[in-house]
């Protein structure tokens, strides 16, 4: 959501600073290559939300009542029966870590889009204030607060669930099942010889699908929560500098709140969207790999 430009970009002025602040993320380099630099806001976030989570569900497990349940354990209810049931739908391996891991999936994913709807100058406000108190320049406060816009985090989750089909595919074929299944799927053949000549095209289909994957995971959120986050940012610029004094200010920002207010509805459906597609896809990943080809 916009909220009011408040923050130490609008403080200097000027709409490619203020993005560029709001893009930049606080870091910490423990090396000397851009490899060994960290971003602490999204580690700092990351972390929060997935302990929240812990505790919330934990402690909904734990006080959870054979009676009329409470408004949160009738919430924690429907998710677990939602992801439940679309693992038995489509996983068709057998696994007791499916369940639980498309749950943590889709509810931590979840609330990390979920940040992106608030205020886009909030967080960084008041993360410049304690900046300021702390004695140092507000201009160089950088934070930003959405985990899945930053790509190490849905690459790292992607490359999680790349290992995992691993796993998956030795713990339920073997090491040999695993390893003939590379070189004989998808192209088959009955006689030896004939395997031989295509092992080099399923290595090669066997590389890309693999490949693609994580790619394909990561981007796809990446992209949607990077875009989301730069549009509630170039809507906060409608009133960037603006003086009260000026009849377009009000002009301006009914428009703001109403660009702003249309986005925020149809980026709940976004974020939403995007944590159900990764826990989908992430099943549907294990099942295919749970299979023989």
């Known amino acids: 959501m916009i909220a009011e430009n408040n923050g130490p970009a609008a403080e200097t002025g000027g709409s490619t600073e203020y993005i560029n602040h ?17 971003n602490v806001d999204t580690l ?26 409470g408004k949160f354990q009738t919430l924690v209810e429907i998710i677990v029966g939602f992801v439940d049931g679309l693992v038995r739908e489509t996983f068709h391996g057998r696994s007791k870590m499916i369940a639980p891991l498309s749950l943590t999936i889709f509810v931590v994913v979840f609330l990390m889009n979920f940040i992106d709807l608030i205020p886009v100058d909030f967080l960084p406000w008041a993360w410049a ?33 790349f290992l995992l089909i691993q796993v998956f ?21 009955e006689s030896t010889p004939m395997k031989i000549v295509l ?15 994580p790619l394909s995971l990561s981007l796809r959120l990446f992209g949607n929560l990077y875009a989301g986050e730069l549009i509630f940012v170039l809507i906060a610029l409608m009133t960037l500098d603006a003086s009260l004094a000026h009849f377009s200010t009000y002009l301006m920002g009914t428009m703001q709140f109403i660009a702003g207010f249309a986005w925020t509805a149809f980026h ?18 294990l099942s295919m790999a749970a299979e023989s080809h």
Request: charged share 10%; no cysteine; net charge positive.
């Open 169 to 189: 595919g030795i713990g339920h074929k073997g090491v040999g099942g695993f390893t003939k299944e590379i070189f004989t799927a998808p192209f088959h053949a």
């Open 268 to 285: 709940i459906l976004i974020i939403t969207l995007q944590a159900f597609i990764f826990m989908m896809l992430t099943i549907v990943y």
């Open 22 to 38: 709001h893009l930049h993320h606080l870091q910490v380099s423990v090396g000397d290559s851009q490899f060994m630099t960290l």
């Open 129 to 161: 204030n304690g900046y300021v108190a702390a004695g140092h320049d507000p201009a160089h406060a950088y934070l930003r607060a959405v985990p899945t816009a930053d790509l190490n985090t849905t690459f790292g989750l992607s490359i999680a669930v």
């Open 199 to 213: 092992a080099p095209a399923n290595v090669l289909l066997r590389l890309i699908e693999e490949g693609v994957r």
């Open 44 to 69: 700092f976030f990351t972390a929060v939300l997935s302990l929240l989570f812990l505790f919330f569900f934990i402690r909904s497990a734990r006080k959870a009542t054979a009676g009329v349940p």
